[in-house]
């Protein structure tokens, strides 16, 4: 896990509206992890955002592959 050390009054921030019982949630698996909820969703946006990355790499790669095998998009 890396770590971002930061001054909490220079950041960015962002408001976020959390359906009913989310924040709730967000709270336990927090406590459960010994962190701050704030922290707990910053590690699951760039969890998110590292795999969406990680599956593009992947696609893009794959594309290539095929492509250097002489398999289309189409027949793929």
Same mark, same amino acid.
């Given at each position: 896990?890396?770590?971002?050390?930061?001054?909490?009054?220079?950041?960015?921030?962002?408001?976020?509206? !959390?359906?009913?019982?989310?924040?709730?949630?967000?709270?336990? &698996?927090?406590?459960?992890?010994?962190?701050?909820?704030?922290?707990?969703?910053?590690?699951?946006?760039?969890?998110?955002?590292?795999?969406? &990355?990680?599956?593009?790499?992947? !696609?893009?790669?794959?594309?290539?592959? &095929?492509?250097?095998?002489?398999?289309?998009?189409? &027949?793929?």
């Amino acid at each position: 896990m890396t770590t971002f050390n930061h001054n909490s009054r220079d950041a960015d921030k962002f408001v976020i509206r !959390l359906p009913d019982g989310m924040r709730d949630q967000v709270a336990i &698996a927090a406590e459960a992890d010994d962190r701050s909820m704030n922290s707990l969703m910053i590690t699951a946006l760039r969890e998110y955002l590292d795999g969406r &990355a990680r599956k593009n790499a992947l !696609l893009d790669a794959l594309t290539l592959a &095929a492509e250097s095998k002489g398999v289309t998009h189409d &027949a793929a």
